[in-house]
């Protein structure tokens, strides 16, 4: 689903978001939130309580319903029932991880266009800082678990160069060659999908070259690994290959994490996650 913010001076809170997807009851469920209670609904979609407060609004997590409720609806874990009433019923299921992606992108967008609000109370900044901090600490949470359950689980061929490899989430061995000319040739695929994990867009997991310190550490958020500094250069690496030099290589389809071992030349590698785009 993808969506887009604009101003609409009609709107209770001055702003109109529409989908792709089309979703009018979404819609017209954000152009009724009210700007001085923004710090609240974020409080209460974090601890997956709905409600709102708002006439002839009303938002339900899947928590909240009872077994009449869920069954009517078909709802799953997980989801969130939404119902507006503007002389008709409208409603909509959503994931309730998308609708905190939703509303912390809105909420970014009151807070822009009310900086300079003198009607607002005055630490209604504050909470909408500190709510949204909150926001984004679980979204980057469930971003982190959902990553991890991925690369665990999922199942891709590796291609060393000279020998095909079935794997199940990391994948750490000896390489068939060390010869450059073979070795280069290395692949990882899913289905249709494949990387050239030694040729394409190759960059080290360092500040040394290719990134910053923000950059790295919000990929190390993202893909659940750990940072160290050595002589003022830091670099990515995990408990088990605190040793090795960790590399991202990533097209339009597949983002792989790994690290090669050996002395003058590889010997090994280690696939520590694959990541469907």
């Known amino acids: 689903m993808e969506w887009i913010i604009t101003e609409d001076k009609l709107s209770t809170n001055k702003l109109r978001i529409d989908f792709s997807p089309s979703n009018n009851t979404l819609s017209m469920f954000f152009s009724n939130l009210k700007t001085i209670e923004f710090s609240d609904y974020i409080l209460q979609t974090i601890n997956s309580i709905g409600g709102f407060g708002i006439e002839n609004i009303s938002i339900l997590f899947y928590n909240q319903m009872d077994w009449e409720d869920k069954e009517g609806l078909k709802i799953e874990e997980g989801d969130i029932y939404f119902y ?6 409208n409603e909509t299921v959503l994931k ?5 992606k939703i509303l912390y992108d809105f909420s970014t967008k009151i807070i822009a266009i009310n900086v300079k609000n003198d009607f607002l109370p005055k630490n209604w900044l504050t909470k ?8 984004k600490y ?3 949470k469930s971003e982190i678990e959902s990553l991890e359950k991925l690369k665990k689980n999922i199942s891709y061929t590796f291609f060393d160069g000279l020998k095909l490899h079935n794997v199940t989430g990391q994948h750490d061995n000896w390489l068939s060659s060390t010869d450059y000319a073979i070795w280069s040739n290395s692949y990882v695929e899913i289905g249709t999908k ?3 994990i030694i040729k394409e867009n190759i960059k080290v997991l360092s500040t040394f070259r290719y990134f910053d310190k923000e950059e790295l550490e919000l990929l190390a958020k993202k893909y659940n690994f750990k ?3 050595e002589n003022g250069i830091y670099y990515a690496y995990t408990d088990d290959h605190s040793s090795r030099q960790f590399e991202i290589s990533e097209n339009d389809e597949l983002t792989v994490i790994y690290c090669m071992g050996g002395g003058n030349m590889p010997e090994s590698i280690f696939i520590y996650g694959v990541f469907e785009k």
Do not use: Q
């Open 227 to 229: 940072i160290k500094e």
């Open 84 to 89: 507006v009433y503007d002389g008709l019923a």
């Open 96 to 100: 309730e991880y998308e609708f905190e």
């Open 128 to 135: 909408m800082n500190e709510s949204l901090n909150m926001l």
């Open 138 to 140: 679980k979204i980057l």
């Open 194 to 196: 494949r990387i050239y």
